[in-house]
Each structure stands twice: as structure tokens, then as C-alpha cells.
């Protein structure tokens, strides 16, 4: 017997989700799972990793839009293949594009479409990147962001993952995004070693 599942998610805990809850009960949710000040660039949410061991072949996943469940487009398309393949449909209150049956030839078509176009914007943003940074290093600048990895915080993410931590629940600790975490331990661990 298939199910509608709902999925909502609020970026911080002074935000409510009680709209988006009784939104996706209205469509039909015989059960909404709530993710309460979580980002959706964490893929290890409490909740949503409950919801997506919840849903079974043939049920829909609900929710309102998209940004619920992921923070980019190479994120979503992920999310949408690894569901269809498991025979989960995914609809969107906000989105009608997305509800398509990714087993089917069109359904999938869409999805490699969506999926062509994410990568594409990717591929523009490095390259413009990419660009902006040689401009900047011509004209005598050292260009990026500053990271917000201190030192203090690498030793702390280093210790978290000598104890089996996640990058997640690192960046969750620290405040800062899991793959600022990742990124700073790459580079130290490149450093520690050319060193050594």
C-alpha cells in the first residue's frame, strides 16, 4: 500500500514549521517528519535520514519545495535518482516540475535534463571563479574568501575525527559548513605530509 510522506525542514530554531506541517498534512501526509534548525547541505539530518528510511516503493515523498531537502541542484538531482530508483515519487507543493515518474523513460529524461543544467551552473560559476581569482592575482591581489577554519578549529575537527565524528556533526559543533571542515583537514593533513 503506497504512502504520501511529508518532509519539512526549518533552517533555525527560532523559525516555526508548523505552517509547512500543516501545508503537507492538507495534501494528504499520513505522517510528516520535521527537521527543527538544520541545513539542508547536511545530508545526516536526523529526521530526514528517519524519513528516507521510512518511505517504501510506491509511496510519494511531499514537501513544500525543494530547499527542504537540499541546499543545490547537484544535491537534489541525487536525492531524485536515488528515489526514483528506489520507486519513490517526489512532489513538490511549490515545484510542479518535480513531480515526475523518474521509472519512466520521459521522467528520467527530465531528471538527466535537470541534472545537465545543474552541472552546467556548476561548471559557469568554477569557471567565472576561476577567472575573477586570475584578475585579481594580476592585479596583485591574493583573491577567495578568508577561510573560517582557525587553527584552534582544525585542532578541535582533528580531535572530533580521530573520536569517529562525522563532518557533519563536526561542522555542526563548530558552526561552520561540513565542507569548510573537510576542506581545512584536507589541506592540513597536505601540509603535515609535504612537510614530513
Request: hydrophobic share 40%; net charge positive; charged share 25%.
Amino acid at each position: 500500500m503506497s504512502n504520501c510522506v511529508g518532509y519539512a525542514r526549518v533552517s533555525t530554531r527560532e523559525q516555526n514549521p508548523q505552517a509547512q506541517v500543516a501545508e503537507l498534512e492538507t495534501a494528504g501526509c499520513e505522517r510528516v517528519f520535521v527537521d527543527h534548525g538544520e541545513s539542508s547541505r547536511i545530508n545526516d539530518r536526523a529526521q530526514w535520514a528517519a524519513c528516507l528510511d521510512y518511505l517504501r516503493e510506491g509511496d510519494t515523498l511531499i514537501i513544500r519545495a525543494l530547499d527542504r531537502i537540499a541546499g543545490s541542484e547537484v544535491m537534489a538531482i541525487e536525492i531524485i535518482r536515488t528515489l526514483g530508483g528506489r520507486g519513490v515519487r517526489i512532489k513538490s507543493l511549490t515545484e510542479p516540475f518535480l513531480d515526475v515518474d523518474t521509472s519512466t523513460p520521459m521522467g528520467e529524461a527530465i531528471v538527466g535534463i535537470m541534472a545537465v543544467l545543474a552541472q552546467l551552473r556548476v561548471a559557469t560559476i568554477r569557471e567565472n571563479t576561476r577567472r575573477g581569482l586570475a584578475h585579481a592575482k594580476a592585479q596583485g591581489r591574493v583573491g577567495g574568501r578568508p577561510t573560517v577554519m582557525t587553527p584552534e578549529k582544525i585542532a578541535a575537527a582533528r580531535k572530533m575525527r580521530a573520536d569517529d565524528a562525522s563532518y557533519a556533526h563536526i561542522a555542526r559543533v563548530l558552526d561552520v559548513g561540513a565542507s569548510s571542515v573537510r576542506r581545512a583537514l584536507t589541506d592540513a593533513d597536505a601540509a603535515q605530509s609535504s612537510t614530513s
